[in-house]
Nanobody, 123 residues
């Protein structure tokens, strides 16, 4: 069992930045690929970014490429999502997730999920 706790969400203006953190329990964090997803009420959960076990490979949705950066610190059991140049369309609940397989862009590939953190971007 893996427990994930997200933090760092909030309300900001368009153009601002936020950094989300996701702390994971367990000693095997370095063996997990990680992902960030987001969801707006009434819509499907949307892939945002993913990172391989050692951080050497990263993947992004086209909508965030060039603005968001995913990273991880295996010594701290934490994955981050640096979000720059935020837009109102980025408003959503952001979830981090663990996959026991390779990094993926589809949510069914992920085995454990955090509770989410709200990001609100106003114009």
């Amino acid at each position: 069992q893996v427990q994930l706790v997200e933090s760092g969400g909030g309300s900001v203006q368009a153009g601002d930045s936020l950094r989300l953190s996701c702390a994971a329990s367990g000693r095997t964090f370095r063996t997990y690929a990680m992902g960030w997803f987001r969801q707006v009420p009434g819509k499907e959960r949307e892939f945002v970014a993913a990172i391989s076990r050692n951080g050497g490979s990263t993947y992004y949705a086209d909508s965030v490429k060039g603005r968001f950066t995913i990273s991880r610190d295996n010594a701290k059991n934490t994955v981050y999502l640096q979000m720059n140049s935020l837009k109102p369309d980025d408003t959503a609940i952001y979830y981090c997730a663990v996959t026991l397989s390779v990094p993926a862009t589809n949510s069914p590939a992920y085995n454990y999920w955090g509770q989410g953190t709200q990001v609100t971007v106003s114009s």
